[in-house]
C-alpha cells in the first residue's frame, strides 16, 4: 500500500517563498511521475507541476512557471514543491499524487495515490 504524506504548507506574506515536502511509503515505493495539485476555495482542482521519477523530467502549469520548482530524491522517496514570489492567488490546499503511466499529467484521474493535503495562505 502507498501512502503520501505532505509537509510544509502555512501562511506567508506575498512574495514570500515556501517548500513543500511530499514523503513516499510503500516498498518498494516507485513511480512514473509525481505530481503536485492545488485547490483553491470554491474551485476544482488543478495541476500544478509534474516531475518524471526516474529521469527528473519537469512539467508546469503556466501559472507557476518561473516561480515554481518541482525536484524529487529518490533515496528518500520523496518530491519537493519550491514556491517563490507567492501571490494570494496560490493559496489553496495542495496534494501531492502519483502515476504509473505516462499521459495527461492535467488529469487527476489518472493518479492512483493521493495526500491528504497541505494548506498554503498567501496573504496580500
Known amino acids: 500500500q502507498v501512502q503520501l504524506v505532505e509537509s510544509g504548507g502555512g501562511l506567508v506574506q506575498a512574495g514570500g517563498s515556501l517548500r513543500l515536502s511530499c514523503a513516499g511509503s510503500?516498498?518498494?515505493?516507485?513511480?512514473?511521475?509525481m505530481a503536485w495539485f492545488r485547490r483553491a476555495p470554491g474551485k476544482e482542482r488543478e495541476f500544478v507541476a509534474a516531475?518524471?521519477?526516474?529521469?527528473?523530467?519537469?512539467t508546469y502549469a503556466d501559472s507557476v512557471k518561473g516561480r515554481f520548482s518541482i525536484s524529487r530524491d529518490t533515496s528518500v522517496n520523496t518530491v519537493y514543491l519550491q514556491m517563490n514570489d507567492l501571490k494570494p492567488e496560490d493559496t489553496a490546499v495542495y496534494y501531492c499524487?502519483?502515476?504509473?503511466?505516462?499521459?495527461?499529467?492535467?488529469?487527476?484521474?489518472?493518479?492512483?495515490?493521493w495526500g491528504q493535503g497541505t494548506q498554503v495562505t498567501v496573504s496580500s
Open positions: 499524487a502519483r502515476r504509473w503511466y505516462s499521459g495527461d499529467y492535467y488529469q487527476p484521474g489518472e493518479y492512483d495515490y
Open positions: 510503500g516498498r518498494p515505493f516507485s513511480a512514473y511521475a
Open positions: 516531475i518524471t521519477w526516474r529521469t527528473g523530467t519537469t
